[in-house]
């Protein structure tokens, strides 16, 4: 009987041990898991994008619907894109990403092939403004259809220049699957003084020189072929030629500089051939004045000799005496002292004659603006003439000292007196 009681009570003790010991295991495992759940929410407390790519590649002709998602219950979070590309949007309100590619875009050029676009995401709790997350991701677009690149001049072939002349265009692409990255320029002809395009858009440049076109270039041009090789980054190539069809041209630096020689050249002549003239005109009438003298005073002498001869004292006289004419006496003495001065007075009126033609010259070869096309001919107009007046005036000594000033030269050329004396008949 007591043996069946120690029995009994052997049992029931174990049996609390062991329902203790599982109690506490329990309690232990229970313990440990809420530790790690506490854990856990303790790192995803953060407000994260959970599914989000860092890159999309879409085809041209293809459309993307993705479903972002955080780690928060979607209401009240407000979604954003911020530099996205055309066609590009986000539903604000459950984060739905959409984007439907059309060729259109890219044909209009708001989209490019071969392009990575980095977008900025992001997402804000509407409650409270720090609760939010900024990121980005990228995105690129390809096509599957062969569209060539393209290099494309702003100008049409053949081009006409004229020496001195800047040609300038524009280098455009049209890029196709993917840009031209670099350009390279080449001629037939080795050209200098060139602004170089290195890629699309760049401006090409040439001003050729006056001596480019020489004499031996037949019809007076040269003709120079331009090529413009465009490259892609797969080293496909497409070239552009252009051709430059060069005149020869006036150097008008130089031509309106022998201008300016040619006219003060004549203008230094007319001025001296004007003061020639006056000094001949003042000896012309200085003889002048010594005749009249000589004519008054042989006027005067004869008529006296001549009422003296016929009035007498004497009553028985018969004939009156008649004294000699003085003036024949005299004559040989003018003559000699004032002789006329015929030869004087044919350079004078030569001289006024090529002033005048000079003068007109002058005003007939007058330039119309700086780059006067008949610049040459004028300037040899002028020379051709000044040439002839020296000939014509080889026997009229012009090389004279001056005296006077320009106006005072050309106030006694123009007065009255002289114009009238002179006056081309």
């Known amino acids: 009987m007591n043996m069946l009681r120690r029995s009994l009570f052997f049992i029931g003790f174990i049996s609390t041990i062991g329902t203790v010991l599982n109690a506490q295991i329990v309690t232990d495992t229970t313990r440990q898991a809420g530790s790690n759940s506490s854990l856990y929410r303790g790192a995803d407390s953060t407000l994260r994008i959970t599914n989000l790519y860092p890159f999309f590649s879409l085809h041209v002709d293809s459309s993307l619907s993705y479903q972002l998602q955080i780690n928060r219950p979607l209401k009240n979070y407000y979604w954003y894109l911020r530099d996205a590309p055309t ?14 590619a059309n060729k259109s875009l890219f044909m209009a050029g708001r989209l490019k092939y071969d392009r990575k676009y980095e977008v900025s995401i992001g ?22 259809d ?17 020496e001195g002349n800047k040609l300038s265009f524009n280098v455009l692409c049209d890029n196709g699957n993917f840009p031209i990255e670099r350009i390279l320029v080449s001629s037939n002809i080795s050209i200098g003084n060139f602004k170089l395009p290195k890629a699309c858009d760049d401006t090409f440049e040439w001003t050729p020189g006056y001596d480019f076109v020489s004499e031996k270039d037949s019809g007076q041009v040269k003709i120079v072929n331009l090529l413009f090789m465009g490259t892609t980054q797969f080293n496909f190539t497409d070239t552009a030629r252009i051709k430059v069809i060069v005149k020869n041209a006036l150097n008008f630096d130089i031509a309106t500089k022998d201008y300016k020689d040619a006219l003060e050249n004549m203008k230094g002549a007319i001025l001296r051939y004007k003061y020639t003239f006056l000094q001949i005109d003042k000896k012309i009438k200085n003889t002048k004045g010594v005749r009249s003298g000589f004519d008054i005073t042989t006027a005067t002498t004869t008529t006296t000799g001549t009422v003296l001869a016929a009035t007498t004292s004497d009553k028985n006289a018969v004939t009156p005496k008649i004294l000699p004419g003085i003036g024949v006496v005299a004559l040989p003495v003018k003559e000699a002292v004032a002789p006329n001065k015929t030869v004087e007075q044919n350079q004078a009126t030569l001289l006024r004659a090529n002033i005048k033609r000079l003068e007109y010259v002058l005003f007939e070869n007058k330039l119309t603006d700086d780059r006067d096309p008949s610049i040459a001919t004028k300037t040899e107009t002028l020379r051709k003439e000044l040439r002839q007046s020296q000939t014509q005036l080889a026997e009229v000594p012009t090389e004279m000292a001056e005296t006077m000033s320009e106006e005072q030269i050309n106030k006694y050329f123009e007065s009255p007196k002289v114009r009238k004396k002179y006056r081309l008949r």
């Open 146 to 162: 062969i569209q060539y690149p393209r290099v494309k001049p702003s100008v049409v072939s053949p081009v006409y220049i004229e």
């Open 87 to 100: 066609g590009l949007k986000i539903d604000k309100d459950n984060g739905l990403l959409t984007f439907k």
């Open 123 to 144: 997402v804000q709790n509407l409650s409270n403004p720090a609760d939010r997350v900024d990121t980005s991701f990228t995105i690129s677009f390809y096509s599957t």
